[in-house]
């Protein structure tokens, strides 16, 4: 492996990449967040205690780590110092464990409002959004109205930009919604310069300090938020996030070249079936006992939105088309306990549109709704896999499922992990 590693999700987000970044932060100096926001949900699980990470990267929970979050993410101040505060008994010192972007987008009250309001108004086509202002947000951003985490620290610039923002807001709100709003710009402003006071210390050019420690050789884990099929422009749009989830989000969230991110080594972390929160094109999607029973035993409730997680079998299709993307060095595949004591378990290879088998993924949300899975059927395995941390343990059936995955592929997988604690996984 190169001294640095990208961990990407290679679906519809919620692939356990928390776990797997977590599991991996000891190797490397850096842990960098560089895209999406408080959308995400990352679990990771020490003891008997339990810590929900949305914005800061999982690193945070290892001593002696620079975890940043870099101009890519768009931040919610609140959630921020809320997630801080959360924290606190792990962590009692941020400065110099995490690192906060002056270019960083932040998200406002009112970019939460139009995200609902926007939800609320389409008819049939919603997207199920996380209703955090994602959306809205980097609508600001390309649309240059947005501010910035450096913008706080001119506070007349800042206020003047508030002002401007909060006005058109407003005016969206009314004019388009139909809905009268008590967004006040000096509440806003007090409130954001009040949370702003507590992660000021914190903020830095991150860009500039990734570009050393890289030229320096020191070793980075950048960890991606949602998945590959959520990318703003790869992913099954509209049905998407308003972010680059996949690797194409490297340079332009964090302000690296791409002679840099090229030495990264990437993975793509995959679950042993597939999940979705929201709506859009899912070709696999169960919605029979079998759907019902991956949800269950895979505990497939949204970390960030508690909302039941849709499910359905592994489609290798989309891997496929996330591999090429991305440009995949390795594959992790997680919750392969999962599918432990099922008679037969199914992987798709390609789909059948109007009667014509298709193996590369479709661009048209119509073309996508009408995919029929082909399925190549694979004997399940009895013995139960939970826990177990060695290759050879692993039953001939289940080693079989992960051979299947790597020649519909062409990557390896690398890891497997078997439960949701730190140490139940296998290095392959
Ligand atoms: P948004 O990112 O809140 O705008 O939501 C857009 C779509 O992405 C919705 O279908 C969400 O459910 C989905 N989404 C956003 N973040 C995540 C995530 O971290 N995991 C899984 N799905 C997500």
Known sequence: MSDSLVILGSQWGDEGKGKVVDLLTTDFDYIVRYQGGSNAGHTVIIGDKKYALHLIPSGILREGKKNLITNGVVIALEELVAEMEKIKDVV???????????RAHIVFPYHKLLDQLSEQSKKGSKVGTTLKGIGPAYMSKYGRTGIRIADLFEPTYFKERLKNAVEEA??????????????????????????????????ADTSLMLYNAMEKGEKVLFEGAQGTMLDIDMGTYPYVTSSNSSALGLCNGTGLPPKLVGKATVWGVS??????????????????????????RGHEYGTTTGRPRRTGWLDLVALRFASRINGFDGLVITKLDVLDGL????????YEIDGKVVKDF???????????????????????????TDKSQLPEEALQFIKTIEEETKIPVVMVSTGAERNQYIWL
């Open 92 to 102: 009692d010192n941020f400065e110099g464990r995490l690192y906060i972007s002056d």
């Open 170 to 203: 407003k005016k969206i709100a009314e004019n388009v919604y139909g809905v009268k709003t008590d967004l006040d710009t000096q509440k806003i402003y007090d409130e954001t310069m009040g949370y702003f006071e507590k992660i000021a210390p914190l903020v």
């Open 271 to 296: 679950k042993a079936y597939v999940t979705r929160v929201g709506a859009g094109p899912f070709p696999t999607e169960l919605k029979d006992r079998h759907g019902e029973l991956l949800r269950e």
């Open 343 to 350: 008679d037969e378990v199914k992987v798709a290879v390609a």
């Open 362 to 388: 479709p661009a048209s949300p119509v073309e996508l709704e009408k995919c029929k899975p082909v399925y190549k059927t694979l004997k399940g395995w009895k013995k139960s896999t939970y826990g177990l």
